[in-house]
């Protein structure tokens, strides 16, 4: 599993509120990214981080906001939750970029908001 | 603007067959391509990974190729298996990871 976690896997929330998720990797690896997955649009990155404090935006990153202050933690922000933000948000690492950027994933949390 | 196109959407097959997924890109500038795995409610696994400059790469029963110039790959699963049931994605690496929406492989004994 990469040792790659995520927390918590599941939560329903309502429209309005904020909401974080965590990411944790015990591999020390430079390279973290945030996706979600919708059906008919696959996996969109949010957002990625390439080392601490070093973060940018993705494909769909209106919405989210990200913090890395350790190279193991990578959290996801949703200041205020949108009824489109109900998606499973998946957490991957890798140790490069380029050619060799082998990406290991995380085993999903599914969020709700009513 | 790189799209990742997987066809077939689904496929099902009986056990012992040896089938083709196929996946398509419309960009020849990628670093590598990657295949993965996901299970229902599951997390991806990653299978194959291949840099742009091989044609192909093999892992126990499957096999993926790379035509960069047409912008084409396949995974080939020999000898399939009801555990091989799942939804098989591809992604190309530019400067992120673009996804295909997956094949969705049902193996039935």
């Not at chain 1, 390279?31 to 404090?53: A, F």
């Not at chain 2, 020999?78 to 091989?84: F, I, K, N, T, W």
């Not at chain 2, 049931?85 to 929406?101: H, N, P, Q, R």
């Amino acid at each position: 599993d990469a040792g790659i976690t995520q927390s918590p896997r599941h939560k329903v929330t309502e429209t309005g509120t904020p909401v974080t998720l965590r990411c944790h990797q015990t591999e020390n690896h430079r390279y973290m990214y945030w996706y979600r997955q919708d059906p008919g649009h696959g996996l969109r990155l949010i957002h990625y981080s390439y080392g601490v404090k070093d973060t940018d935006k993705g494909e769909v990153s209106d919405g989210y906001s990200v913090s890395r202050s350790k190279t193991e933690d990578f959290l996801l922000t949703l200041e205020s939750a949108t009824s489109s933000q109900t998606s499973v948000y998946f957490c991957a690492i890798s140790a490069i970029s380029g050619a060799y950027n082998e990406q290991f994933f995380g085993p999903g949390t599914r969020l709700t908001v009513l | 603007k790189q799209e990742v196109t997987q066809i077939p959407a689904a496929l099902s097959v009986p056990e012992g067959e040896n089938l083709v997924l196929n996946c398509s890109f419309t960009d020849s500038a990628i670093y590598n391509l990657q295949w993965f795995r996901q299970d229902p409610g599951k997390g991806l696994t990653s299978l194959l990974l291949i840099q742009s400059s091989q044609r192909e790469q093999t892992s126990g029963r499957l096999n993926a190729s790379l035509d960069k110039s047409s912008g084409r790959s396949t995974l080939y699963i020999a000898a399939s298996q009801p555990g091989d049931s799942a939804t098989y994605l591809c992604a190309v690496e530019t400067d992120k990871l673009i996804f295909g929406t997956g094949t969705r492989l049902q193996v039935f004994p």
